[in-house]
Each structure stands twice: as structure tokens, then as C-alpha cells.
């Protein structure tokens, strides 16, 4: 299977608007895309994220495919398990799930949820899905005060799995009016500590929209 998973330093730094963007800069070049979100929380009633992924591909039916885990509490799925909810259960059959979903596409555009540490279950986290579903990781962080720390830690935590990323995704997705110094240097900052990772700045960004020409760099990145 070919295509890229989408992760993150955290919730709410534009995961979704770069997997959609990603997925339509592929459909535009003629290809097959299985654009998929495995596991989705916050879902009530419809999975909002899968789905808009799920139409940008032009199958609807993938937000809603059997095999997915969905929760109707806005919570990382170990939380909800202990709540007494669903659990998330094996994660080499929900892997094998997507590879099914995406059996005849060219590419599968991947989405995780929240950051690479979320908890799936007390053993595993969202790093372990994607370390069994093998594709090309890409990193999104928010572009903000604080984005360095949560990146070394990002990557840390994946190279300690042996998953490599193809590209870091630099978004500045905060719509406060107030100015953030951070944003003139996050970049070359990160830039020092990983020298063989891209890094892709995004200014302002409110929807896919505004990720076209990040996705087009992405895909050329990524050969996809």
C-alpha cells in the first residue's frame, strides 16, 4: 500500500485540512485515492472529519465503512474504554481493515487522531497504527509558541518506533490578532535540529483552501 498517514503534534493543527487538500491534489492528477480516518472520537452523530476526507476522494462510503472505530465521546480512546466504552481492540485488524478499504486505489491518505501519543489502549498509541500501516509519516504542527518542544517530542517519539518522516507540516492555524514571535523562527529552528526533513510553512489557514499549494509541495515531496 502507497500514500502517506497524516499525524501531529496535537489536536487542532490542521491534520484534516492537510489530508483533504493532500487527497484532492491527487485526485486532480487523475489518481485513485482511499483518503481514510481509521478512528474518529467527537462522532455525533456523523464522523465530520472522515467524512470530508471520505468526499474529497469521492467515496463517501469510507466515513462510514465497518472495521472503524468511532466514539461518540470527544476523547482519546483509552479514556473512553475506561469509561466503559468501545474499545479500539486489535490494532493489526484495523490495519488490515484500511489496507483493504484502500485494496484498489493508488494511494491511501491516512489520518490519524490528535497527536502521535494518543492513547489507543493501555499498551498502544496512534505511533503503533502507524507504524503497522508502513506508509509515508508527515508531521503537522501548529506554528505557534510552544511548536519546537512539541515537535522534538513528535519526532522523538516516532524515531524511537523506527518511523521515519518524509515531511513536517507548519501551519499557522491561531486566529488570535495578538503577534506570536515564535512564527519568524519556528521554522529555521526545526530546520537545524532535522537538516533532512522538509519543512513546509502554511501562513494563515482556516480551511483546505488554503493548504493548495502545501499539497501540491507535499505530493511532490511524498512522489505521490
Known sequence: MKGAFITATGTGVGKT????????????RGKRV????????GVDPDPIDALKLARACGN?????????YRAKEPLAPYAIEKRGGARV???RALAKRVRELAHDADYAIVEGVGGVLVPLDREHTIADLCALLDLQTV???????GVLSYTLTALEALRRRKISVRAIVLNHVDRSPKEDLSRTSNADVLADYFPRIPIVRVPRVQDPKDMVDAAGTLRNILKI
Open 139 to 145: 508531521v503537522v504542527a501548529r506554528n505557534s509558541l
Open 34 to 41: 482511499a483518503a481514510i480516518k481509521p478512528i474518529e472520537t
Open 17 to 28: 485540512w492537510l489530508a483533504t487538500a493532500l487527497t484532492l491534489a491527487c485526485v486532480q
Open 60 to 68: 463517501e462510503s469510507l466515513a462510514s465503512a465497518p472495521g472503524l
Open 89 to 91: 481492540g486489535s490494532l
